[in-house]
């Protein structure tokens, strides 16, 4: 039983040498929050306009200012307009009038930014109720995410292995087909949370970040338990009188606990600095936190299990880490999308877990709320790691 | 007490169509240093695996220290160090963590855990690099690292597969003579190898495996004995080995030609007397020798002899 701790400790010592880990586990989630917390800080109230006219001034005129344009352009949500006679002061009078929803500026060198890792801040000015101005700042929230997300991971897998290549493929194919879309204005109801919208932006943010790079983790963990079956100490510990179920135990802890002291770190830094409400209910959220970090463990055990080689763990932890999040919520929230995104959106665990932790943040329920998300949670764990142990049987022999 | 530490039974493992290890027995007494030799593919690897549990025998059965390695795994395993041929450590960890990680695999703990540590470290001359990662180390500082986790716990038996293999000289010299070291400890040892000087060079007994299969058993003199007093010549020529092969088959006082690599080697009676014809033979044919070597029977020569083939790949 104690070779379980000890199995343990070695790999959490293993993976916390991968410098990828923080910055997959700890950096990337509070950039990415802080970015969108920044660029969506200058709110004020006014008239609503149902078309959501937003004007863009894109002072970089760069490929990836481009692509975001290029993005927003095929929402279904907010309608662009760009023209580069007019000035921001212009535009500022429209937007007093109440012609235009928001303007959107996309500063000199963001392209060149996002290309050398760094994380540039939009800005967006915006005259317009709450309601709209949450569907517009989840709109433009979501298509920089996603940009932004398939830029940065293929630059820090490209930085610190070989990877480089297969990584920004992968980032690039989730990005130009973005498994989520918002279906259409009409859809947008509001049910009338009791925080405020820049609560509830990062409210939604938060979680999302966590666990959507809880997942990305998931790759020096994965690779940990691959590289022990490549160099056959999987096979020596066998010869040493540690059984199977304990091997794959310790494990399946060492993936936990890591995920769960990333929880614990960014709820705090959450709770802290952004305001988000997580220790309303503290047992509650702990309870979101543990279930949602045994369903990713288990899912980082999967990958461990049938990945072949180091780039297998790569692509095995990054596919799963958009598809989730883009299907899960993590992008745009699904309260605004169709009863049947909704559904097919809670296929995947990360709308469980969104769900957990809104539930406690932003719809401000009690305790109960969270207990069918955790079963889900729980379920997907069970799922996962019984699909692991099988695979662990055959590949240990 | 028991005679044996390790009584090996008819084992068999077939993989799909290919018998890797096909009806092997021996026997290895207590203290002994017992050598599998053989080349690349002979089923060394497979006959080891099945002897430490991790491979399931299709028949037969083998008793380590008494205990079955069908009916009693944990009991062999308590008994075994194992040296794998890879070198199965975490690259991303210093020798001093693995050997710590690897000790309490062997159920060591706590200040008897760091002791052994530092002892082993010392046997394996790897204390002053403690620190640094295995995966920095040099082929030959793993293979010893390799080692030492196979040493931690003291074992009664324990099971080298090459572990010599691809390192340089000196590296060699210090894994030999440790095994050396461990026999005088009263450990048993069983040794893989497909380098003939070091199963000489090692062994109480020998067992010779060739596809699956032992086909020779002894002390080292026992099996040098095989080919009785019969010296081996390896020759060069200048034309096409085929050229001769035939013709000196049939010269006087030749027991066997192979030609392998554009080298001949001939087994006879008396190199004295052979040599000056094989030299007439070859002048018959139109074909000059250039260079030519005589060597003392040894288990190449034994191997050579039952199988027809060398030793080495
Ligand atoms: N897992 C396996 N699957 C299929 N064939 C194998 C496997 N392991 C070994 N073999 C084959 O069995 C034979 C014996 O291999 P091995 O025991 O590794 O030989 P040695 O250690 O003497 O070089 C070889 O022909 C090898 O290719
Ligand atoms: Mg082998």
Known sequence: MIRIFDIAAKDLMQILRDRKTFLFLLIMPIAFTFLFGFAFGGFSKGVSDPRLPVAIINQDGGDLSLRLVNLLENSEVITITQDAAKTLADYEKLLTKGNLAGILIIPTGYTDALLTGSLPPLSLEANITQTAGTTIQSEILAAANRLTSAVQTALIVGQTSSAFGPAFEQALS??????????????????????????????QTSPAMMLQFAI???????????????????????????????????????????????????????????????????????????????????????????AKNEEQAIAFSLIPMFLFSGLGGAWTPLEYTSATFQAIGHVTPVAWAMDGFKNITVRLLGFESVLVPCAALAGYAVLFFLLAAWRFRRVSE | MLQNAIEVKNLHKAFGDLKAVDGVSFEVAQGEIFSLLGPNGAGKTTTISMLSCLLRPDEGDALVMGHSIKDDQMGVKSVLGVVPQEIALYNDLSARENLTFWGKMYGLRGPALRSRVDEVLEIIGLTERAKDRVGKYSGGMKRRVNIGVALLHKPQVIYMDEPTVGID?????????????????????????????????????????????????????????????????????????????????????????????????????????????????????????????????????????????????
């Open chain 1, 174 to 203: 989730a990005w130009d087909n973005p498994p989520i879309r918002i279906e259409s204005t009409s859809a947008v109801v509001q049910t009338g949370p009791k925080v405020s919208s820049q609560v509830a932006a990062l409210a």
């Open chain 1, 216 to 306: 990305a983790g998931l790759l020096t963990c994965g690779a940990v338990i691959v590289n022990e079956r490549k160099t056959r100490s999987l096979q020596r510990l066998l010869t040493t009188a540690t059984r199977r179920s304990h091997i794959l135990l310790g494990h399946y802890l060492a993936i936990f606990v890591l995920l769960f002291a990333q929880f614990l770190v960014l709820m705090t830094f959450g709770q802290l600095f952004l305001k988000v409400d997580y220790f309303r209910q503290p047992a509650a959220t702990l309870l979101v936190a543990v279930a949602s970090s045994l369903c990713i463990a288990a899912l980082g055990l999967l990958i461990g299990v049938f």
């Open chain 2, 169 to 313: 000289p000196q590296s060699r010299r210090n894994i030999l003579d440790s095994v050396v070291a461990l026999k005088n400890q009263g450990m048993t040892v069983l040794y893989t190898t497909h380098y003939m000087e070091e199963a000489q060079e090692l062994s109480d007994h020998i067992a010779i495996m060739d596809i699956g299969k032992v086909i020779a058993y002894g002390t080292n003199a026992e099996l040098v004995k095989i080919v009785g007093q019969m010296d081996r010549i390896t020759l060069t020529i200048n034309a096409e080995s085929g050229r001769v092969l035939e013709a000196w088959k049939k010269v006087q006082g030749v027991k066997q030609v192979t030609a392998q690599d554009g080298t001949l080697t001939v087994l006879a009676d008396d190199s004295n007397q052979v040599l000056p014809r094989l030299f007439e033979t070859s002048a018959l044919n139109g074909v000059r020798i250039t260079t030519v070597a005589i060597q003392e029977p040894n288990l190449e020569a034994v191997f050579l002899h039952l199988t027809g083939k060398a030793l080495r790949d």
